[in-house]
């Protein structure tokens, strides 16, 4: 597959200062159908973040067209929070930002792959690598992924799960 | 990441006529908190499923408690069609079954994981390797994935996705 690189790619200060124009103005001038469909399932996209190095998927979450526009013009992930009904910046309380390197939208655009830098080493709120850390055993689920923080030190009120 | 293969490996003829008995009692002594949580989001949990072999990602879809039990239960995945409202055996038309070699469930239990081996060598609908085959770029949608057949000589009635 062809990994043409998307330049995306901004610094942490910048972002949360001032997104670069050139992506807000790329957005603004994209045609009505060049991105996933937001018409359908309550105005989301299921969104799944992949490790940009080594391909190991690391979360699934939800976008709204707010959500994913703010992800391009920043070159972070934004996502929607279920549970809390509100955008969701990943990594504004723990400081483990994705940088997003690519975007891919699925056939019927219900669907978006980020590849992305998981700063920090783990995506997942409870301190793992990636948020699929138990694998399915005839004797249950196990754990197998590797723990890369403690999240009773990150988080100030506790880690909750927030897709 | 440990990857001790999960003992799902049967052939194509045995899904069809006859699940190992194994893996289906493996599923019933499975204790109830040991898998996905099919108690939210109207009994779906995300299925994602990745190439076992290459890392990438193929497609994103959903699975009921009974589309997952059956998932472990012959190795093969099975979903649940939104669209169609049904259960969704992939490749139950073109023959693209996806062999199921690794499961994973994330933190929350609302997703899983499945590195598979994706027969006929695409798992889109559309004949491409990937559903995810539309990168974003700042000129809009660019297709990069690889089209590795042509749907209309695989499905009798039109392709259509069943997502």
Avoid at 45 to 50: D, E, L
Avoid at 68 to 96: C, D, I, M, P
Wanted: aromatic share 8%.
């Amino acid at each position: 597959m062809a990994t043409k690189r998307l330049s995306l790619v901004v610094s942490h200060r910048a972002v949360l200062v001032r997104p670069r124009r050139r992506f807000v103005s790329a957005m603004a001038t994209q045609k009505p159908n060049s991105g996933p469909d937001f018409s359908k399932n309550g105005g989301l996209v299921a969104a799944i973040a992949q490790d940009a190095a080594t391909g190991e998927v690391l979360m699934m979450a939800y976008m709204n067209a707010e959500a994913y526009a703010e992800t391009l013009a920043t070159g972070q992930a934004v996502y929607f929070s279920r549970s809390r009904n509100r955008l969701w910046r990943k990594g504004e309380e723990s400081g483990h930002v994705q940088r997003v390197r690519e975007v891919y939208v699925d056939c019927d655009g219900d669907a978006v792959l980020l590849k992305v830098e998981q700063v920090g080493g783990a995506a997942c709120h409870t301190g793992f690598r990636t948020c699929f850390f138990r694998q399915v055993t005839p004797e249950g689920l196990k754990v197998v992924g590797q723990r890369v923080f403690n999240p009773e030190e990150v988080y100030r009120r506790g880690p909750s799960s927030p897709t």
